[in-house]
């Protein structure tokens, strides 16, 4: 059997957002129910993986050191409420650089697919904002928006959006299990 993976958005979507951007892991602070989301995801054998812009690093607000402190930050809650997040791609440039790995371009997803032969068509892609749409579905990947973070303005701003569209993760999470 193929591994079943959903691939999350992590500031917004799993952690309070910031317009001055998450640079510790003090201002790392999950969203209600999010956690719960990913231990609900992965007892019903779903691998979480995390694909995030982090131009802050690029905008020099916080280096990588920083931001290995927050992903530790993040794996250590998730593993305590029970969950487990498999891998975590990141870009690390800034909306000006010309890399392929900045969503809305899908380089981190098909590096994702590479790196574990995902089959992106089966993998659900949930996000805050219309770039992680755009991202997930140039992948071929079945995008979800979440209404936390910038999802509302995201779902008002862009009303000719054709995907599911849940209030939080949990409720994402809870429509993935009950469709599989």
């Not at 530790?72 to 000006?96: Q, T, W």
């Not at 809305?104 to 749409?133: E, H, M, V």
Request: proline share 4%; with cysteine; aromatic share 6%.
């Amino acid at each position: 059997m193929t591994e079943r993976y959903v691939i999350l958005d992590r500031d917004g979507t799993i952690n309070v957002d910031s317009d001055a951007f998450i640079k510790s892991p003090e201002e790392w602070l999950p969203l209600a129910g999010s956690l719960e989301a990913i231990a609900l995801l992965n007892r019903h054998d779903y691998k979480v993986v995390v694909i995030s812009n982090q131009s802050g690093v690029a905008r020099g607000l916080f280096d990588l050191a920083a931001l290995e402190a927050i992903h530790a930050k993040m794996h250590e809650l998730v593993d305590l409420a029970g969950g487990s997040i498999e891998a975590i791609y990141f870009c690390p440039h800034g909306p000006n650089d010309s890399c392929d790995c900045r969503k809305p371009k899908d380089g981190l997803f098909r590096r994702f697919a590479g790196a574990t032969n995902a089959d992106l068509s089966r993998t659900y892609a949930i996000g805050d904002s219309l770039r992680d749409i755009q991202a997930a579905e140039s992948a071929g990947a079945k995008p979800i928006l979440v209404r936390t973070g910038k999802g509302e303005k995201t779902a008002i701003g862009n009303p000719q959006l054709n995907v599911p569209i849940f209030d939080n993760l949990y409720d994402a999470a809870t429509h993935i299990v009950s469709t599989s």
